[in-house]
């Protein structure tokens, strides 16, 4: 589990991942939730916001969405489905809590993917697809009450250098 803020570079380090790792890994995240929700709920006050600035607010219908899509990667990973999730936990440790009991059975190693604000902001600029100061406005929430592994900073090495220190953990 990759948590930490939008252009921290999770997904990057989640596809660097998936060519160390043995066998076939997938990668799911929010971003591919935020992809298939319906589109209703984009901006809406039940749905998912998120405001020029970057300030994020959930409705009962996100909320609803995202406890089925925990339980949905729950299953398939007790199928016996590897997986690499790309998270943005808002609810820093009461959404790890979520997570755990949906992921209940399952070994899970929990990555602390950390930026220096300023080259996450760089990155949204470049990025063009998200939405400016988002990064920031993440910051003091994905982190917090979080218990992890691993911590990696994926401002100072690059995704290929993180995911070996991953890999080590997960292949001792």
């Not at 982190?143 to 070996?164: I, K, N, P, W």
């Amino acid at each position: 589990m990759l948590n930490g803020v939008s252009s921290a570079g999770k997904t990057s380090l989640a596809r660097a991942l998936q060519n160390l790792l043995p066998d076939t890994w997938l990668t799911f995240g929010v971003d591919a939730l935020i992809n298939v929700m319906p589109p209703r709920l984009d901006g809406a006050p039940e749905g998912l916001t998120i405001a020029p600035g970057g300030t994020v607010t959930t409705g009962p219908a996100w909320r609803a969405m995202e406890a089925d899509w925990r339980r949905g990667m729950g299953a398939m990973a007790r199928a016996g489905v590897r997986l690499v999730l790309d998270e943005v936990l808002f609810g820093g440790g009461e959404d790890q809590r979520a997570w755990n009991a949906a992921l209940d059975g399952v070994g899970v190693l929990w990555v602390g993917v950390r930026i220096d604000p300023a080259i996450a902001a760089e990155r949204e600029r470049a990025r063009g697809d998200r939405v400016i100061g988002l990064a920031r406005m993440q910051a003091p929430l994905v982190h917090q009450g979080m218990v992890y592994d691993l911590e990696v900073d994926t401002g100072r090495f690059s995704a290929a250098e993180c995911a070996r220190l991953i890999v080590e953990q997960v292949l001792p």
